[in-house]
């Protein structure tokens, strides 16, 4: 089993810049692909970015490429991302993910993630 705890968000002025940070737990979290993911108030649960578990590989949405950047440190088991350019459409719930199946690509679809965090929120102000 594997945990994942998210931290890092909260209110802030479009332009500015936030980092998520994720810390797993577990059996062989370091060795999961894992990904964010947001889900704004009414809408969808969306992907944002995920990465490979040697960090070698990684995918953006369209809308936050150049703006957001996924990593991951392994020694310290977290996930990040960094998040600069803040746009009030950023606004949502963010989650992290984990996927136990070792990809060479990580995926985008959340129905191929198989733990989740309890998210943490973004909003960002005009």
């Known amino acids: 089993q594997v945990q994942l705890v998210e931290s890092g968000g909260g209110l802030v002025q479009a332009g500015d810049s936030l980092r998520l940070s994720c810390a797993a737990s577990g059996r062989s979290s370091s060795s999961y692909p894992m990904g964010w993911f947001r889900q704004a108030p009414g809408k969808e649960r969306e992907f944002v970015a995920a990465i490979s578990y040697s960090a070698s590989s990684t995918r953006y949405t369209d809308s936050v490429k150049g703006r957001f950047t996924i990593s991951r440190d392994s020694a310290k088991n977290t996930m990040y991302l960094q998040m600069n350019s803040l746009k009030p459409e950023d606004t949502a719930v963010y989650y992290c993910?984990?996927?136990?199946?070792?990809?060479?690509?990580?995926?985008?679809?959340?129905?191929?993630?198989?733990?989740w965090g309890q998210g943490t929120q973004v909003t960002v102000s005009s």
């Open positions: 993910a984990a996927d136990r199946n070792l990809r060479a690509l990580p995926s985008f679809l959340f129905t191929q993630y198989d733990y």
